[in-house]
């Protein structure tokens, strides 16, 4: 398979893999910040990759890391993840509940493989970001002014800040790139050695658990 073909020259080239972050992930099929529901294609391309595509690169990488007696993995995971958020998010039906269900299940994944690879010496530990300013959230917010008509005028940027942030967030702001990998390095050091099964929140206070 391709991840195996890209663990093996990892290998190749640097001797051994001691890290894995898992961070490809998608809110839905194509088209999802336009829709109000979900589709079956949102339910399968949502875990296809944010769910089996963790899964595959830990099997990929497992076994080396087992003979190593070290590694550091590490999967993106969401605060959506956390506990249910309800429906009916500003007139915009259910088409986020495949994502919130898909980082549940990472969550969950990242405390078995905790488990199940501890006495080998690999900590397993997954990040769950807050909300970020990203090309698919204005695509969210703009759908947000359209569904809602008490939101008519304002700017996609002013809807993230008011309604993703301010209302949501104790600290008041949202999250940066910079944030979230500040976090994956910490889970990736030697800072880490007795941390593991965990899934950390870096969400401004969005959720408390």
Same mark, same amino acid.
């Given at each position: 398979?391709?991840?195996?073909?890209?663990?093996?020259?990892?290998?190749?080239?640097?001797? +051994?893999?001691?890290?894995?972050?898992?961070?490809?992930?998608?809110?839905?099929?194509?088209?999802?910040?336009?829709?109000?529901? &979900?589709?079956?294609?949102?339910?399968?391309?949502?875990? *296809?990759?944010?769910?089996?595509?963790?899964?595959?690169?830990?099997?990929?990488?497992?076994?080396?890391? +087992?003979?190593?007696? &070290?590694?550091?993995?590490?999967?993106?995971?969401?605060?959506?993840?956390? +506990?249910?958020?309800?429906?009916?998010?500003?007139?915009?039906?259910?088409?986020?509940?495949?994502?919130?269900?898909?980082?549940?299940?990472?969550?969950? &994944?990242?405390?078995?493989?905790? %488990? !199940?690879?501890?006495?080998?010496?690999?900590?397993?530990?997954?990040?769950?970001?807050?909300?970020?300013?990203?090309? %698919?959230?204005?695509?969210?917010? =703009?759908?947000?002014?359209?569904?809602?008509?008490?939101? +008519?005028?304002? *700017?996609?940027?002013?809807?993230?800040? =008011?309604?993703?942030?301010?209302?949501?967030?104790?600290?008041?702001?949202?999250?940066?790139? =910079?944030?979230?990998?500040?976090?994956?390095?910490?889970?990736?050091? !030697?800072?880490?050695?007795?941390?593991?099964?965990?899934?950390?929140?870096?969400?401004?206070?969005?959720?408390?658990?």
């Amino acid at each position: 398979s391709d991840i195996e073909n890209f663990r093996d020259k990892t290998i190749n080239k640097f001797g +051994k893999i001691d890290i894995l972050v898992s961070n490809a992930g998608v809110i839905g099929a194509e088209g999802f910040a336009e829709r109000k529901n &979900y589709s079956k294609k949102d339910w399968d391309d949502t875990f *296809d990759v944010n769910v089996i595509g963790v899964v595959n690169s830990a099997d990929a990488i497992v076994d080396h890391m +087992k003979n190593n007696k &070290y590694g550091k993995i590490v999967n993106i995971a969401s605060h959506g993840g956390r +506990k249910p958020r309800g429906l009916g998010d500003m007139h915009r039906g259910n088409v986020q509940t495949p994502y919130l269900v898909s980082k549940a299940a990472v969550i969950q &994944y990242t405390h078995l493989l905790a %488990i !199940e690879l501890g006495s080998f010496n690999i900590n397993v530990n997954a990040v769950c970001p807050g909300v970020i300013w990203t090309p %698919i959230w204005r695509a969210i917010a =703009e759908n947000h002014i359209e569904q809602n008509p008490n939101l +008519k005028g304002m *700017d996609p940027k002013e809807v993230f800040d =008011e309604l993703a942030v301010k209302a949501r967030t104790p600290l008041g702001r949202g999250q940066t790139p =910079e944030d979230i990998g500040k976090t994956v390095a910490f889970f990736a050091s !030697e800072d880490s050695s007795e941390i593991t099964g965990q899934a950390l929140n870096v969400n401004g206070g969005a959720s408390l658990n």
